[in-house]
């Protein structure tokens, strides 16, 4: 499957990252982890920080798959607002799930914190318009749930919000507590300084074709006929985890992104907040970490790699025609443009834990539009669970939730 393409703009801010390990042998390890994108990266940190050794194996170069695409915005709000999400689920595992991504945007920046490293991470705020009428009464709906359960909001009426950020619409949410950051650099760096440790054995260019529960855990066979045996395995490999799965559990969608060239620093609104909209598919702006403005969105229905690339340039178009429609003042001009795979579930949830009756594959499948705060969720939760210790939070991302 090819996950992007175009040209992500991380791809020509960072340095690539050279490493190339096929396996070439039969191997035997305790811990194995299939993907080496930004959930594989901090699914192994969170393991090797217990003092767990871990095999990452991927079959591209590190973090060359949906990670490198991503426009890594980093909120606490799941694409499904909670005032809807409470009619799916009970009220409070949707709570549990909007609490659990909050906290992870600071166990994001701690896991940085921790390795004296900065993937470009940055707080900013996030603002969340109304699009429409309709958007309009659900940002209310949703500023009183969230209230109620004491999460960060603040509402700002349509006056507020043009005088704050310049923006026409029928008024908005905000809150304080969102990020944003470099998810290649994050990624590359982790598994770069576990690998140093010695904590972390990788292998790139190696891809794992099936696998055979035995009495002891699991053996894998690559492509190339290399056996892997090993105890635990954890399925860190995105939108391509499929195969491992007994049954689809995701639906994959397209999606695209354009990056301007640097603008003047007048031109940039209020904190460099993360804005986004109540329409569906969302319009979705941020900065880097310096001048240049990030636009996303206009998100499809299918997965197919040529037809999505085919409607690249006319998704450029529109983004363009949206963001100059919003910001009439900022001269945007697009720099590069790319897109990619993408993936929605029912609930608007992830899937972390074991499949029912598999207890030693652990899935870490942090799918939707917030993904990467998913997969810290994720690397937290399977190292408690390899642990032996409990985490109410399987309760509401698990597979059996619902039941
Ligand atoms: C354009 C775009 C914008 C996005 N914006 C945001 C955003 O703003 N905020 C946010 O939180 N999320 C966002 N996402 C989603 C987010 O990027 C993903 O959730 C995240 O990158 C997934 O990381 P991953 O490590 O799970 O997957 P990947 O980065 O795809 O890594 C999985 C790895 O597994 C490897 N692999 C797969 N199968 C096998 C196999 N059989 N054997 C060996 N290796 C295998 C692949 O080669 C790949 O490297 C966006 C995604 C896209 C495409």
New binding site residues.
């Given amino acids: 499957m090819d996950?992007?393409s175009g040209l992500p703009y991380w791809m020509a801010k960072n340095q690539l990252y050279n490493y190339f390990n096929p396996l070439k042998s039969n191997i035997a390890a305790d811990v194995v982890i299939?993907?080496?994108?930004?959930?594989?990266a901090l699914v192994a940190h969170e393991l090797c920080r217990a003092g767990m050794k871990c095999t990452l194996?991927?079959?591209?170069s590190i973090?060359?798959?949906?990670?490198t695409?991503?426009?890594?915005?980093?909120q606490y709000e799941i694409d499904t607002p909670l005032c809807e999400m409470v009619k799916i689920i009970d009220e409070n595992l949707a709570v549990m799930a909007y609490k659990a991504c909050l906290q992870s945007i600071t166990d994001i920046e701690n896991v940085f914190k921790s390795i004296n490293f900065d993937p470009d991470f940055e707080k900013v705020p996030s603002v969340y318009y109304a699009s429409n009428k309709k958007g309009e009464k659900l940002i209310k709906k949703e500023y009183e749930i969230r209230k109620k359960h004491k999460l960060p909001v603040d509402f700002l009426d349509k006056k507020e919000l043009l005088n704050k950020y310049g923006i026409k619409a029928l008024g908005s949410l905000e809150n304080n507590v969102s990020a944003q950051i470099d998810?290649y650099k994050a990624a590359t760096h982790l598994i770069d300084y576990h690998m140093a440790k010695n904590d972390l054995s990788v292998f790139t260019h190696?891809?794992?074709d099936k696998y055979s529960e035995t009495p002891k855990g699991y053996e894998l066979l690559t492509i190339d006929g290399y056996k892997i045996k090993c105890k635990n395995v954890i399925i860190?490999?995105?939108?391509?985890a499929g195969?491992f799965l007994p049954k689809q559990v995701m639906n994959l969608t397209s999606?695209y992104?354009i990056i301007s060239e640097p603008v003047d620093e007048k031109y940039i609104w209020h904190k460099r907040s993360l804005i986004w909209e109540t329409q569906e598919p969302y319009l979705y702006i941020r900065t880097d970490n310096k001048n240049r403005i990030i636009v996303?969105g206009e998100d499809e229905e299918f997965r197919n790699p040529v037809k999505r690339d085919e409607l690249l340039r006319k998704k450029v178009s529109i983004l363009e025609r949206k963001i100059k429609k919003l910001f009439p003042h900022i001269p945007f001009k697009t720099d590069m443009a790319w897109c990619?795979?993408?993936s929605s579930t029912k609930d608007g949830l992830p899937y972390i834990g074991n499949w029912p009756g598999k207890k030693r594959m652990f899935y870490a499948l942090?799918y939707g539009?917030?993904?990467?705060?998913f997969?810290m969720i994720a690397a937290q939760l399977i190292k408690n669970k390899l642990s032996g210790v409990k985490d109410e939070r399987e309760k509401v991302f698990g597979f059996e939730r619902g039941k």
């Fill in positions: 996950l992007y299939i993907g080496g994108g930004i959930t594989g194996i991927d079959k591209r973090t060359a798959g949906s990670s695409a991503s426009t890594a915005l980093l998810a190696t891809e794992v860190a490999a995105g939108f391509e195969k999606t992104a996303g990619g795979t993408f942090g539009g917030n993904g990467i705060t997969s």
